[in-house]
């Protein structure tokens, strides 16, 4: 496998990254170190983002925007800090354009109930339309789904090509003067596509329509400018870039911040208060009602820190040579049929497959008695089984602490599940 591995280029050093994160010393069934393939689901993280918690719960642990005693500051300005970091990562044109939310789910939630209680010009309603993509997580389906539902406006989406990107040969049509928002992933987390944001982008500023852009596959492995990206939103989750569970981000134009209404009511969202009335805090409070993920907005700052430190170049070139590495090797496999571009160019670090007859469940549990962390399923992603007339696939998804031997382990481990069903 050695030779095969000849030529790579762009590699970061993994064995000083993966000191940084101790799950990746644990064993499994009988001393089996495992190989973890599953950062598409969820990041490992490393020592700094686990020591950024402790700390905080050990040294500033306190609510935040209340007190005015010493912990109580400190907590605020930790937590704070953190938007300043994230909108920082994002080119942000203001930290007041970064809300906290639960996860990337919460922050399209929010914008799709925005929209849906809005005034005019933004208001969501039966004679307008929501356009979204046939390779969305559900998360980015489901929203719209319910404001449709809720509205009566028209839902409307782009089909997939048969090698696994966006159709957008009938452009205009989908996208047209009803149109109101469209939202679409920037990286399919299933198939690893990245979408061409331009051409949709410039679509639906011609009709005036809003952009939503679901990156929580692209935060964590490029760099994300939401400046140069253009849209109106955009959302992702603090689990996938190395920081804990239960952090999202919602970036959002200010002007539109000021405009839409709140989703959630509660403490920290007002100005004032009174029997008859409220009036709401500006954003990016008005959107963070009661109190906030504020240990875990803190990891997401300490994540922020260590990839930063990296670089989000550095971290995309090395995910692009273990992908086309892996797209190599993986086509090797007899049998094996790659769910999506079956090239490395314009994707990300993300590959699902079949491999023949067996079925993706079994795939997993066989590999994982190797040790080999995969995800099978449909991966939050059932139109795109469906596309492809498909139960399910056996994804691998790669990150900066993923390496070519890992991958030489997966193509193994492939090999022993072959041999096992006969």
Not at 37 to 53: C, E, G, I
Not at 70 to 87: F, H, S
Request: glycine share 8%.
């Amino acid at each position: 496998m050695t030779d095969a591995r000849q030529g790579l280029s762009g590699l970061l050093d993994t064995e000083a990254i993966r000191k940084d994160f101790p799950i990746l010393d644990r064993t499994v069934h009988d001393g089996k170190k495992i190989v973890y393939l599953d950062s598409a689901a969820t990041s490992q993280k490393p020592r700094q983002v686990l020591d950024a918690l402790s700390a905080y719960y050990e040294r500033h642990n306190a609510n935040v925007h209340r007190g005015v005693y010493t912990i109580a500051e400190e907590a605020t300005a930790l937590y704070e800090g953190a938007r300043d970091k994230v909108a920082a990562f994002i080119n942000a044109p203001s930290r007041n354009e970064v809300i906290f939310t639960k996860n990337a789910s919460e922050s399209l939630n929010l914008v799709a109930n925005m929209l849906g209680w809005a005034d005019e010009p933004y208001r969501v309603d039966s004679d307008t339309e929501i356009v979204t993509t046939e390779m969305e997580h559900h998360s980015n389906i489901v929203p719209w789904q319910l404001l449709s539902q809720r509205t009566g406006a028209k839902l409307k989406w782009f089909g997939i090509t048969d090698d696994g990107r966006l159709d957008l040969s009938n452009i205009d049509e989908i996208i047209t003067e009803k149109t109101k928002i469209v939202s679409f992933t920037l990286v399919s987390n299933i198939m690893g596509t990245v979408n061409p944001v331009e051409t949709i982008v410039r679509r639906a500023q011609q009709v005036g329509a809003l952009v939503c852009i679901d990156a929580s596959q692209a935060a964590p492995h490029m760099v994300l400018d939401v400046q140069a990206l253009q849209a109106d939103f955009v959302a992702f989750t603090g689990h996938k870039m190395v920081g804990p569970t239960g952090i999202g981000v919602l970036w959002g134009r200010q002007e539109l911040l000021e405009d839409l209404p709140p989703f959630l009511g509660g403490g920290e969202m007002i100005e004032t208060v009174s029997m008859h009335s409220s009036t709401y805090a500006p954003a990016p409070h008005k959107f963070e009602a009661g109190t906030p993920p504020i240990a875990q907005a803190v990891g997401l700052g300490a994540a922020v820190d260590y990839l930063s430190a990296i670089g989000m170049e550095n971290i995309h070139r090395h995910e692009q040579a273990i992908t086309e590495y892996a797209v190599r090797r993986l086509l090797e496999v007899p049998d094996l049929r790659i769910i999506g571009p079956a090239t490395a160019e314009d994707r990300g670090a993300t590959i699902s497959f079949t491999l023949g007859d067996i079925h993706p469940h079994d795939v997993g549990q066989v590999l994982d008695e190797q040790g080999i962390a995969v995800r099978v399923g449909h991966h939050c992603a059932r139109p795109v089984c469906l596309r492809y007339g498909i139960p399910a696939t056996t994804r691998a998804s790669f990150y900066l602490y993923s390496t070519p031997a890992e991958v030489d382990a997966l193509v193994d481990g492939l090999e022993h599940v072959r041999n096992f069903f006969g």
